[in-house]
């Protein structure tokens, strides 16, 4: 990357608030976690003020089976039954959060581990029962950010996690895909960023750096993008139409991949953007 184009960004970004979400598929591998986070410590050091949200689907799979039960999913979205809510409980409210700050901590990273349930930060309700059942499943109603913007101003790093209560204290389980998006939409993000396993959308072998959302939205009605790409995709697409003016798909195994399109031009994955937001994009 040139220094001129880094330091445009630099410029550019600092000050604004950048919300990343990161898979049970990144937090499984410390090296891969471990170069994520001190990209994450780059911008920090450069002004740019970061949310975390993690998912952990593989480690709530791999222990569900440990306990001889069998995880349900539909269309991509996870179905949370007894079991599956005590499973999500363990990983989400424990173990997947303390081994990102143990790791923050050698790191020299100040991480704070925040959920639904803290702060007041999520209103949340039971998911309706009436076209399917998903069980113990919330969905966000409102957020209330205030939580995440006194962490921050403190030079911390908060790390939420997707579990939610609802007014009768019942605990669901949210897609971390839906919190990050709900997150960035209410703290008013410059940027969202999804780490998956790919490099990006795929259509036909090749990766499609740039999206709009009428694009996007036929991706998803051709077929294209299935699973939990459809529901990234879905949630990229509502995050940019409800004010969040980049939004980014990136194969968070692949090393500093985050710091590849924050600071080049050309990026490292696939941008979700409004058309006129693209005019912008095309002439940096």
Same mark, same amino acid.
């Given at each position: ?6 330091h445009?960004?630099l410029h550019?970004?600092a000050?604004?608030v950048f919300?990343?979400?990161?898979g049970g598929?990144?937090?499984?591998e410390?090296s891969v976690?471990?170069? *994520? =986070?001190?990209d994450?410590k780059?911008l920090?050091e450069? +002004?740019?003020? $970061?949310?975390?949200?993690? @998912?952990?689907?593989?480690?709530a799979?791999?222990l569900s ?6 995880p349900m999913k ?5 179905i949370?039954?007894k079991?599956?809510?005590e499973?999500?409980k363990?990983?989400?409210?424990g173990?997947l959060?303390l081994e *990102? =700050?143990s ?7 100040k +991480?704070l581990? $925040?959920s639904g349930l803290? @702060?007041?930060?999520?209103?949340t ?6 076209k399917?059942d998903y069980?113990f ?7 209330r ?6 962490l921050?101003?403190?030079g911390?790093l908060p ?7 609802t007014n ?7 897609n971390?895909?839906?919190?990050a998006?709900?997150v ?6 410059e940027?969202m ?11 036909a ?8 959302c ?7 009605k ?6 939990g790409m459809k529901?990234k ?6 995050a ?14 692949s090393p500093?991949s985050l710091l ?5 031009k050309?990026g490292?994955g696939t941008m979700i953007i409004l ?9 940096e």
């Open positions: 990357m040139t220094q001129n184009k880094k445009f960004y550019k970004f000050g604004t919300v990343l979400k990161i598929e990144v937090v499984a410390s976690l471990r170069s *994520i =986070l001190l994450i780059n920090h450069h +002004g740019i003020m $970061v949310v975390l949200v993690h @998912g952990g689907g593989p480690q799979d791999d089976r440990q306990l001889g039960h069998t539909k269309d991509g979205r996870r949370t039954g079991k599956d809510l499973v999500a363990m990983l989400y409210g173990s959060n *990102i =700050l790791l923050m901590k050698r790191l020299k990273m +991480g581990r $925040v803290d @702060g007041d930060l999520l209103d309700t039971l998911r309706s029962k009436e399917f069980g499943v919330g969905d966000v109603k409102k957020v950010p205030q939580v995440l913007f006194d921050m101003e403190k911390y790390v939420v996690s997707p579990l939610g209560v009768d204290g019942v605990i669901v389980n949210i971390a895909d839906t919190i998006t709900e960035a939409t209410a703290v008013g993000a940027k960023v999804f780490f998956t396993n790919t490099d990006g959308v795929m259509s072998g090749k990766l499609l750096r740039t999206l709009t009428e694009q996007a939205q036929k991706i998803i051709r077929g294209i993008a299935i699973g529901v995709l879905e949630n990229c697409i509502d940019v139409k409800r004010g969040v003016k980049r939004v980014h798909i990136l194969n968070g195994l500093h590849g399109e924050i600071y080049t050309r490292a058309d006129r937001e693209k005019e912008i994009y095309n002439h």
